[in-house]
């Protein structure tokens, strides 16, 4: 017999055990489906953010920093540290502690909001008057299969790592996110396809601890969508750190063996190279994940993606199945495919849920970190848009001194007409703690002026902020 639920929400990452608690706390009778499993093949809940994307590689990020730290940099602190050696199976186990402690949160979050649970894959069997049909098949037992249904089904599904024509994932010597959060040794030597996000952040990790790695990007410009002045300010801080990164590249050949990787590649100037390394990580991108959903027994529209069609709303071309996150249009981030699943929870509920897509910050948590909200400067020339621009280097902030670290700046972008903010975009110290403040203030629709006016503790990195937006009326004080 058949279970039946208000909504079912099926995948448990950001966007789906969200939705499911909100919807829980709105009244509905709900359950979540996820399929993750940990290495005992137990439930993983947390999605690809969880398990091997947004979580463990912040982990691993300020383990590496750390160690970074102490071997270039404690000195100038007067911290004298002979001996340094480097653990990096202890670093690994840290990194699964920190996402087993995650899994185990989302778990209690959802029995805390009587949000029933069940390991395993959903598929969609049928659609009738009583809602629409579910099939879980049991992550333990591939043949035992539970029958559920709801009047309303959210699908949060994710996405997952895009291979390169040619060079499938191994995750032995040809690595994805996954693989390349989880090796066993340093390699001397690395490649890494793709100078996005992933690649930038993963790359850093294994720069810091000891490889020599090289990116091969595809594009001419580093870091296309970043405002420009930020990105060549990056650009130099990542070649600084020993980061060798070569742009407007043709990957060709990809030849895999035991003793490594070797990678045919034309530069931007049509000169014929070999790169080899030890491993290969491939970083261009992600796909929906839709496979396996039987999206054609209900007749659910895919794009040519194979993302789920949805219009601003979430909602799908059926009635009550509604689709969040990475599997729908829009940025593929982790806070946006939670806001995302509130807003559908609460329209279920007949409410008017929210998402602002021209305030949802992106950060990249290397060192520096690079985090941004609204339009870029080369957008706004696009438009034929009058603006006006501040900046305010680090170099310049009592705090940033204080902690070594005075790399980048703050840059604030405004209507030149009505002072508007239109958009900001930072490279430098916790970029990513700084980014919020200019969100709250887009959203208000607020002015440079308004955070010129307001008043920021001393010493802060936060006073380069509001330097950054008196500067937009030409008026730093402290530069």
Known sequence: ??????????????????????????????ACIDAWHNASGGPAPGGTCTNVGCIPS???????????????????????????????????????????????????????????????????????????????????AADAAQALTAQHVVIATGSSARALAGAPFDEDMILSNDGALRLGAVPKKM???????IGLEVGSVWRRLGSDVTILEGLPSFLGAVDEQIAKEAHRSFVKQGLKIELGVSVGEIASGKAGVRIGYTTAKGEARTLEVDKLIVSIGRVPNTEGLNTQAVGLALDERGAIVVDGDCRTNLPRVWAVGDVVRGPMLAHKAEEEGVAV???????????????IPWVIYTNPEIAWVGQTEQELKAQGRAYRSGSFPFLANGRARALGDTTGMVKMLADAATDEILGVHIVGPMASELIAECVVAMEFRASSE??????????????A?????????????NF
């Open 1 to 30: 017999m058949s279970a039946h639920f208000d909504v079912i929400v099926i995948g448990a990452g950001p966007g789906g055990y969200i939705a499911a608690i909100r919807a829980a706390q709105l009244g509905f009778k709900v």
């Open 58 to 140: 912040k982990a691993l990020l300020q383990s590496s920093e750390h160690f970074d730290n102490a071997r270039h940099h404690f000195a100038e602190h007067g911290i004298d540290i002979k001996g340094l050696s480097l653990d990096l199976s202890k670093m690994i186990e840290r990194k699964d502690t920190v996402v087993r402690q995650n899994n185990d949160g989302i778990l209690y979050l959802l029995k805390k909001n009587k949000v029933d649970f069940f390991h395993g894959r959903a598929s969609f069997s049928g659609a009738d008057d009583s809602g629409y049909q579910l099939l879980v098949r049991s992550a333990k």
């Open 191 to 197: 490649g890494l396809i793709g100078s996005g996000v």
């Open 345 to 359: 929870a609460e329209r279920i509920a007949g409410q008017h849920g929210h998402v602002n897509f021209n305030t």
């Open 450 to 463: 308004d955070i010129a006016r307001i008043c920021h503790a001393h010493p802060s990195l936060g006073e």
């Open 465 to 477: 902020t509001k330097e950054a937006a008196l500067a937009v009326d030409k008026r730093a004080l």
